[in-house]
């Protein structure tokens, strides 16, 4: 316990920076250093090594932070026409690329994911109100999933294209 202790003495202000860098809010930053030392605390049978201490914490960070910006898209309204929806994907997906680079995929499947679960729990508890085949509360759910999941890719596509431009800008 002195050990994990004295990590987290060492590096919360390196992931608080690194988080409001990330997010620009200080209350949601301190949310996250806490989510990722209890990730931490968690995963520590994981750490390999292979990494400094930093980097794996920072990467933990990063991750809670996508997670997080997922079920604000995803959570934000009751309705899935809100144009914030539509605009947050695109914004996560964008962010995604820049973090991830090649390994950006693992945010649209998350959003897949996510939305999926989020509507099928949904669709579950109001399915007493208004009588929703199996088959309705199975099939509606992956529809907005792939909507999201799509608008998700546009943003990382976004985040190429623009990553390619900034590159060539600066040779």
């Known amino acids: 316990m002195l050990i994990i202790k004295k990590i987290y003495e060492e590096y919360k202000k390196d992931v608080f920076v690194y988080l409001m860098s990330l997010t620009n809010d200080a209350c949601l930053s301190e949310d996250l250093v806490s989510e990722t030392f209890l990730s931490a605390i968690k995963s520590i049978y994981r750490f390999k090594g292979e990494s400094s201490i930093k980097t794996w914490l920072f990467s933990i960070a990063r991750n809670k932070m996508i997670i997080l910006g997922s079920f604000i898209g ?75 999941t799509g608008l998700c890719v546009l943003g990382i596509l976004i985040g190429f294209l623009l990553y390619i431009a900034f590159k060539k800008e600066s040779k």
């Open 74 to 148: 995803v959570g934000i309204s009751e309705s899935e026409w809100m144009f914030y929806n539509v605009i947050i994907m695109p914004i996560v997906g964008g962010i995604g690329y820049f973090i991830f680079r090649k390994k950006s995929y693992i945010v649209p499947i998350s959003i897949f994911i996510l939305t999926y679960v989020w509507d099928f729990i949904k669709d579950i508890i109001e399915r007493q109100t208004n009588q929703m085949s199996w088959k309705e509360m199975l099939i509606v759910p992956a529809v907005w999933a792939n909507r999201y």
